[in-house]
């Protein structure tokens, strides 16, 4: 008797030599590739806006700091610029310089200095409100009136 096709041959040979027939099982329908495509699709969307939206950010952040860093340097250099003309106004105020200045304009120091001194009694620290100057400044700023 000969096989009738070579599957039922291959079946045979197997019995004869003691093997199992292969465990075969159902499985379920492949996804469409139109699903599949869908799914790949939004998902790559999805990564792309993230990345997009990182990159966003990043760029907000580094423009921020852009302009924080040249505020810096503006500060920097207007401190800079008030150091060195404070210095320049101490060094143009220095009693030593006004005194070589008045000799250079050919000013002379005073041989015998008039000393003024005021007519009437002088005025304590924190004048009294009986005080015509302390009227008008309390009559200008009541709230200062307790306070010594």
Not at 8 to 27: I, M, S, Y
Not at 63 to 80: C, K, M, P, V, Y
Request: glycine fraction near 6%; proline fraction near 8%.
């Amino acid at each position: 008797m000969s096989p009738a096709s070579p599957t039922r041959a291959l079946r045979e040979t197997r019995r004869e030599k003691g093997d199992r027939e292969p465990h075969l099982r159902v499985v379920d329908a492949p996804a469409s590739p139109t699903r599949q495509r869908v799914i790949v699709s939004v998902v790559l969307t999805l990564c792309f806006g993230v990345l997009l939206t990182a990159v966003a950010f990043h760029v907000h952040l580094a423009t921020g700091q852009r302009h924080i860093d040249q505020l810096n340097r503006h500060a920097q250099a207007s401190q800079e610029t008030y150091d060195r003309l404070r210095l320049q106004v101490d060094q143009l105020s220095a009693p030593e310089r006004i005194v070589a200045r008045a000799h250079a304009l050919g000013m002379v120091d005073a041989q015998n200095p008039t000393w003024l001194a005021p007519a009437g009694p002088a005025l304590s620290s924190g004048g009294t409100a009986d005080d015509p100057t302390m009227r008008g400044y309390l009559d200008v700023k009541p709230y200062l009136r307790n306070v010594p």
